[in-house]
């Protein structure tokens, strides 16, 4: 009977919740990385949260991968719960932490190579009615020049 009733009500919740849409849209770097080569490089990845419904959602968790090069740089989940507005886009800040080390060696390749390949992966858990928690990957990827990209946030190489 209950599975009955579970399959009856699939319809509706899809009528009553449409998924939100992520997509990552910058990665800020705290500080200046050469300032303190040895200490944990911070970062903070921007998500913009896009939520269709007409009523607010709650976001629980956050995933995350980084690899630049080929280093996996970062990795991780953090739980704080971010409220994101109904019908529109809200940005989510997730602070992130590199390790130094596979930093500096995919520092070292994207040097040799003038040419900085990067991926961001992971996953956000919003808090739904009736469903609970729903995750919706994020995948970001591609190549930049590294100098250019140091430019933009105001660490200057000449």
């Known amino acids: 009977m209950l599975c009955l009733l ?17 997509r990552l849209v910058d990665v800020g770097i705290v500080g200046n990385p050469f ?20 009523y607010a959602l709650t976001v629980s968790q956050v ?3 980084a690899t630049i090069g080929s280093r996996r740089v970062a990795g991780g989940e953090r739980n704080e719960e971010i409220r ?14 590199l390790d130094p080390e596979a930093f500096a060696a995919a520092l070292r390749e994207v ?3 003038r040419a900085l390949s990067y991926e961001f ?7 739904t009615p009736v469903v609970g928690t729903v995750r ?19 660490i200057g190489i000449n």
């Open 6 to 22: 579970a399959s009856s009500c699939r319809p509706l919740i899809r009528e009553v919740f449409k998924n939100p849409k992520v």
């Open 35 to 54: 300032l303190a080569p040895r200490a944990p490089l911070e970062a903070v990845l921007h998500l913009c949260v896009s939520n269709p419904n007409t």
């Open 63 to 65: 995933a995350y991968s």
């Open 84 to 97: 994101i507005e109904p019908s529109g886009d809200t940005i989510v800040k997730i602070p992130v932490r």
């Open 111 to 113: 040097i040799q190579a």
């Open 121 to 127: 992966n992971g996953s956000v858990g919003v808090v």
């Open 136 to 154: 919706i990957p994020y995948s970001r990827s591609g190549t930049i020049d590294p100098v250019e990209f140091l430019r933009r946030k105001g």
